[in-house]
């Protein structure tokens, strides 16, 4: 099936860029804040740079940096599992995000009808 709707304007694609971009960065700003709050108040030791540096590091994929003279609580053991297993679903759905109006358009171009006279 051959679509006749044609490609939306330049303009058009960049405001449903910008307009996803914020909306994932919304998604990753109050990922990070989660991850800032939960480390500070279920680690007392640790102070808000370094809930800080945990949250993003852990949303990013990269791992935590705990002090290793600090005992975690399991409180503080169960809200990092959770917050990483929460991290990993926020980080790859933030990135389908951004990704969707560059392979909606993409698609959409594959699928235009050719009114090219070349035969």
Same mark, same amino acid.
């Given at each position: 099936?051959?679509?006749?709707?044609?490609?939306?304007?330049?303009?058009?694609? @960049?405001?449903?860029?910008?307009?996803?971009?914020?909306?994932?960065?919304?998604?990753?700003?109050?990922?990070?804040?989660?991850?800032?709050?939960? @480390?500070? $108040?279920?680690?007392?030791?640790?102070?808000? @740079?370094?809930?800080?540096?945990?949250?993003?590091?852990?949303?990013?994929?990269?791992?935590?940096?705990?002090?290793?003279?600090?005992?975690?609580?399991?409180?503080?053991?169960?809200?990092?599992?959770? @917050?990483?297993? $929460?991290?990993?679903?926020?980080?790859?759905?933030?990135?389908?995000?951004?990704?969707?109006?560059?392979?909606?358009? $993409?698609?959409?171009?594959?699928?235009?009808?050719?009114?090219?006279?070349?035969?």
């Amino acid at each position: 099936m051959v679509k006749k709707t044609k490609l939306a304007p330049v303009k058009v694609f @960049y405001r449903r860029l910008w307009k996803n971009a914020i909306f994932g960065m919304s998604i990753l700003l109050v990922s990070l804040l989660i991850g800032v709050l939960g @480390y500070k $108040f279920t680690i007392p030791e640790m102070d808000w @740079y370094d809930s800080l540096l945990n949250a993003a590091m852990i949303l990013s994929g990269m791992g935590p940096m705990i002090d290793p003279k600090i005992i975690l609580s399991d409180t503080a053991k169960v809200f990092a599992s959770l @917050y990483a297993l $929460f991290s990993g679903v926020a980080f790859i759905s933030t990135i389908g995000i951004l990704i969707a109006p560059i392979a909606h358009r $993409f698609f959409h171009k594959l699928h235009l009808e050719d009114t090219s006279d070349d035969q």
